[in-house]
């Protein structure tokens, strides 16, 4: 089983066949791994984060612009409990002046394209009692390099590598041995990617 990123750069070496540092440094693998759990983390959406800077409430201030690390937001907190999670479309739905509503305490929120949108809409009264709403989004992974395989359970680590293993061996369009390589884990990648997503929706898993 692989358990550090020590261990993930050596999978690697050993099935590119590339075990020389000086050809092949730590930090290209690194590279390419990040790559990996980048695209395994837009399948899965296996990596979050939770944060309590991305919004600062503005009295009569609808909607709130997202830092490009968001890619989807799956809940958020004030003063202690949870906002209900709606739509544009459902707020359009029940009223198609929602955006004239009367302001207040935020009751709901919606996730549209970049931004953040509460209803109502944050008074004075609401800033003064509190700023910051708590949110849980799923995000960009961490750097590798840096962070290892964060969140990524460790039965896992190898669908993440099989994309990196197949996207370094595509670098060498030349190379009959090269191209059945990034072929084959490239499929290796999909399979296993699809499985996992299957599971994480039969179980239920919100993070």
Same mark, same amino acid.
């Given at each position: 089983? $692989? ?12 099935? #590119? ?43 009569? #201030? ?8 968001? $890619? ?15 739509? *544009? ?60 395989? #964060? ?7 190898? $669908?993440?590598?099989?994309?990196? *293993? ?42």
């Amino acid at each position: 089983m $692989i358990t550090t990123i020590a261990g993930a750069r050596t999978y690697f070496r050993e099935r #590119t066949n590339e075990r020389s540092t000086t050809v092949l440094p730590d930090a290209t693998i690194d590279e390419y791994l990040q790559i990996g759990i980048e695209a395994l983390n837009r399948r899965t959406r296996y990596f979050y984060a939770d944060s309590s800077a991305l919004v600062t409430f503005v009295a009569e #201030t609808q909607e709130y612009a997202l830092s490009l690390d968001v $890619i989807e937001v799956k809940f958020v907190t004030w003063r202690g409990s949870e906002l209900a999670k709606s739509s *544009i479309e459902e707020f359009r739905r029940k009223n198609n002046r929602w955006q004239q509503e009367t302001s207040g305490s935020p009751e709901f929120w919606a996730h549209y394209a970049d931004k953040l949108v509460f209803l109502p809409k944050p008074n004075a009264e609401a800033v003064a009692a509190s700023a910051t709403p708590t949110i849980r989004f799923i995000s960009r992974p961490a750097d590798v390099s840096v962070a290892g395989f #964060t969140q990524l359970p460790y039965q896992e680590w190898p $669908i993440a590598i099989a994309y990196a *293993i197949a996207e370094w061996s595509a670098t060498y369009p030349d190379s009959a041995v090269a191209s059945g390589r990034s072929a084959y884990y490239r499929e290796i990648f999909k399979e296993e990617s699809e499985a996992v997503l299957a599971y994480y929706s039969l179980r239920g898993v919100q993070k």
